[in-house]
């Protein structure tokens, strides 16, 4: 019990930091584009991720598993690249932590019922409901909760689309069999790569501007990406795997508190249902069913 209490609390310290990026993002956008401040802070990330694979790596991998984990790297970056990309863009159209944390939570909903409508894997009832709530919840959200909705709401979405493939990819080549922290240090590699030299090409990089943007930076990062992934790692060991999703899922509240606590965000009534209702549908989306088929 003593053990399961630590791992839930490490769960939820990963949550914290990843619903607080959410504040780190909102603020650098305020002086650099988006694939700048995605770049620097991938590349820190995959820094960052250099003690974890000295401590907790294990021996290298070798042979199929080297080759798999590479083209993971390789796929992951991308669809790691593209996620980010929208997410931050759309932090910046919305001007919103909170707003962003929450439609970023449906690539929770949306993973599963991506895997039954295109790769024809069983669901249960739970994943249907969770999915109708979480769509009344977007919409309350969307339309209600902030005085400016539109274009953001939109790029958002498709960013929480592209982060269920992303998790699809995962789940593809971790039943080919990959190196877990090599594949995790690849993929933020790539993904640092593909947006500097995206910021390169169409973003006025400034000195200045990263020195103002550097504390969300850092912790964007160092915390968002080394610290938390670690924490996850360690929290996950001794946790129940649905429990452990229930508590990550909590980044999309953190989200919002760190919003309101922090920049001064606010929302409508109908907003903060929209909020309630897509956090519902998440949890509603990892419930276990008994006679369920092979879910996510």
């Known amino acids: 019990m003593k053990t399961k209490w630590k791992s839930n609390l490490l769960l939820l310290m990963t949550a914290m930091i990843w619903g607080f990026a959410f504040v780190a993002q909102r603020l650098g956008a305020e002086h650099v584009g988006a694939l700048t401040f995605n770049g620097i802070r991938f590349a820190l990330g995959a820094l960052s991720m250099i003690p974890v694979l000295l401590l907790f790596g294990g021996k290298r991998p070798q042979g199929e598993e080297r080759k798999q984990t590479v083209y993971a790297a390789l796929a992951g970056g991308c669809a790691l690249f593209l996620a980010s990309a929208l997410q931050q863009w759309g932090v910046q159209i919305t001007g919103s932590a909170g707003k962003a944390g929450f439609i970023t939570g449906l690539y929770t909903v949306l993973v599963p019922v991506i895997g039954v409508l295109f790769l024809h894997r069983k669901t249960g009832l739970f994943i249907w409901i969770g999915a109708v709530t979480a ?123 760190g919003g309101a606590v922090l920049l001064n965000e606010k929302m409508t009534p109908g907003g903060y249902l929209g909020c309630l209702l897509i956090f519902a549908g998440i949890i509603f989306a990892q419930l276990p069913e008994r006679r369920r088929g092979k879910t996510f």
């Open 135 to 257: 769509v009344v919840g977007l919409y309350l959200l969307s339309m209600t909760g902030y005085e400016k909705p539109g274009i953001g709401d939109l790029v958002l979405i498709a960013g929480a689309i592209v982060w269920a493939m992303h998790i699809l990819i995962i789940d593809h080549f971790n039943q080919k069999g990959i190196h877990s922290f090599g594949f995790a240090f690849g993929q933020y590699a790539v993904c640092a790569v593909l947006n500097l030299i995206g910021a390169l090409f169409f973003e006025d990089i400034s000195l200045t501007g990263i020195q103002a943007a550097g504390i969300p930076i850092l912790y964007g990062g160092i915390m968002s990406v080394g610290v938390a992934y670690t924490l996850q790692i360690l929290g996950q060991k001794n946790a129940d795997p649905t429990a452990a999703s229930i508590i990550l899922s909590m980044e999309s509240m953190f989200s919002a508190l």
